[in-house]
């Protein structure tokens, strides 16, 4: 059973930070590539970032900027820096492992990231 556990999550003012963990003991976890995606309300699920195994990223052309991933592999970890938040960045966040048609196959619960003064 693989299985993926996102935390960080929480209510932060406009402009603050946030990071996000993404944790997992599973072994494709570390050799695989992992997206973060997030979902808001009454929208669609939509990719934020994606890293390679070796560390390699790409973004979502609306997400480059303020948002970063990055690994720890001999942690298990993926991480992804929230800054200057916003809002509209209100969402469940998760985490998911990424085949080699870059689809998600295994996902977190999710962690809840609010963005209100």
């Known amino acids: 059973q693989v299985q993926l556990v996102e935390s960080g999550g929480g209510l932060v003012q406009p402009g603050g930070s946030l990071r996000l963990s993404c944790a997992s003991s599973a072994s494709i976890f570390s050799s695989n590539a992992v997206g973060w995606y997030r979902q808001a309300p009454g929208k669609q699920r939509e990719l934020i970032a994606s890293?390679?195994?070796?560390?390699?990223?790409n973004y979502a052309d609306s997400m480059k900027g303020r948002f970063t991933i990055s690994r720890d592999n001999d942690k298990g970890t993926v991480y992804l820096q929230l800054n200057s938040l916003k809002p509209e960045d209100t969402a469940v966040y998760y985490c998911?492992?990424?085949?080699?048609?870059?689809?998600?196959?295994?996902w977190g619960q999710g962690t809840q990231v609010t963005v209100s003064s």
């Open positions: 890293i390679t195994a070796g560390g390699s990223t």
């Open positions: 998911t492992i990424l085949n080699r048609l870059g689809l998600g196959t295994y």
